[in-house]
């Protein structure tokens, strides 16, 4: 009861100031631990999807044959094109083009070209790409050479002596990065936004390049969230509270922003309420099994201390103190006591010829015939190796060789696995010899039935 008590105090008391303590930090730990350990997650796993079109992107720049075909004079399309489309389906990308920057011709994998004018919009990605510091570049587009979906395209520079000789690059399809964001979503129960350079919002809700800015979700944070490579920042409102942390993507250009909500009414003394209840029946529930547990494995170890482990039958060690009880007890009382001292003739041969797993099985087979013709009358002990030991309290000498002659005929009729026979030594206790006395009687009988074997003889 006292551990009972113990432990419930000390849940409730734990409990009330994990919840207080939860009040205070769980605004804390969100901004500071949670919201920047998810962008870093995302950020390595958006790395490894895109690591393989900005590789082949950079294999494609740096082939010496696109940079021969470039160079030549005379040159043929068809080579081109086929090594556009191979490489497209090789890596299984959307799509797949060269520019050559000298005649600002644009080919694509189905075999199609297109004059590009860098003064008009839609190629701004080209101009962009050329006066990038980095080797390669990212932007997303819907380019209706590529049946208006909208794909992610790395661009990467093709140099040779420092002069850009064009550019080359795979898309991937937008929507496989949006499934993937949705996956983030369900995993991490977050809202994510990404940002590419030029402010637009790559996915929102189930749309894939909605038309909306970070200035429409965002609009008081949204230019000093542009240009700072992390930040972070919380908006309240009467019913929830909003945390958002943004991260630049440095290997592909983009701004990642993750948020996350928290309503205000989130029940956190409910919660401790029922903290409570349940931890105070889950308590319960441990002592009472620990409780069963304990005398479960306190009888077992009782056993193991008390018998022998192959053939269940009384140890040396607990049989002693039961012998010196009931030759006590015999003393005392004037009440005959009766000893079996049995060795199992010839038992090395049957562990030499089966194997002592066989021998093992003898033994046991053995200690289950003693048993039962014993029953309730005495005790059984493995004394030593195929020695056992039978105490028959109140039983005569007689009675006793008896019993002897039973376990002989039974041993005969076992279906043990090798068949044996047994010597057996009798001993009734004088009441005024020793313990030691006893047992010497008992083991001199039985030196003497061993002499023949598979007889009784008893100690005068």
Not at 88 to 115: I, M, P, W
Request: glycine residues 4%.
């Amino acid at each position: 009861m006292l551990l009972s008590l113990l432990l419930l105090v000390g849940f409730i008391f734990t409990s009330w100031i994990s919840i207080e303590h939860a009040k205070q930090s769980l605004y804390h730990g969100i901004s500071d631990d949670a919201l920047l350990l998810t962008s870093h997650l995302v950020d390595l796993d958006l790395q490894k999807r895109l690591q393989a079109p900005i590789i082949v992107s950079q294999q494609m720049a740096n082939n010496v044959f696109i940079r021969q075909w470039l160079q030549s004079e005379q040159r043929n399309s068809d080579l081109i094109f086929t090594y556009l489309a191979d490489t497209r389906a090789l890596h299984q990308a959307r799509t797949s083009f060269l520019v050559d920057d000298k005649r600002l011709t644009y080919y694509h994998a189905n075999g199609s070209t297109e004059q590009l004018d860098i003064r008009e919009k839609q190629d701004d990605w080209y101009r962009e790409s050329l006066h990038s510091d980095s080797p390669y570049s990212l932007n997303v587009d819907i380019d209706p050479r590529d049946n208006s979906e909208a794909i992610v395209y790395v661009n990467h520079k093709i140099e040779l002596d420092d002069e850009v000789l064009g550019i080359v690059g795979v898309g991937v399809l937008l929507a496989d990065l949006h499934h993937l964001i949705t996956q983030y979503e369900n995993t991490y129960e977050r809202k994510f936004y990404f940002i590419d350079h030029k402010g637009r919002v790559l996915f929102f809700n189930d749309t894939v390049l909605s038309g909306t800015s970070i200035h429409d979700h965002f609009p008081s944070q949204a230019t000093t969230l542009l240009k700072q490579s992390e930040y972070q920042f919380i908006i309240e409102s009467q019913s929830h509270t909003k945390f958002v942390h943004s991260r630049y993507l440095d290997s592909i250009g983009w701004h990642l922003i993750v948020e996350q909500k928290v309503d205000k009414s989130n029940g956190i003394d409910d919660i401790l309420t029922t903290n409570l209840w349940v931890g105070s029946f889950v308590t319960i529930f441990i002592l009472v099994v620990a409780h069963l547990t304990f005398n479960h494995y306190q009888k077992r170890l009782e056993k193991m201390a008390k018998y022998d482990k192959l053939t269940d039958t009384f140890n040396r060690q607990a049989f002693e103190p039961q012998l010196q009880h009931h030759l006590a007890k015999s003393r005392n009382q004037s009440t005959p006591v009766v000893m079996l001292m049995m060795d199992i003739d010839h038992f090395k041969q049957v562990n030499d010829r089966h194997g002592h797993v066989v021998g093992d099985r003898v033994l046991q087979c053995f200690a289950t015939v003693c048993k039962r013709q014993i029953e309730n009358n005495g005790l059984l002990c493995r004394w030593g190796g195929e020695e056992f030991m039978v105490l028959l309290p109140k039983t005569t000498l007689d009675e006793g060789i008896a019993v002897a002659e039973k376990i002989h005929i039974a041993l005969e009729r076992a279906e043990c696995e090798v068949k044996v026979t047994v010597s057996i030594g009798v001993a009734q206790y004088h009441i005024d010899e020793s313990e030691d006395g006893f047992i010497k009687r008992a083991d001199a009988a039985l030196y003497q039935a061993k002499q023949g074997r598979n007889q009784t003889k008893f100690a005068a």
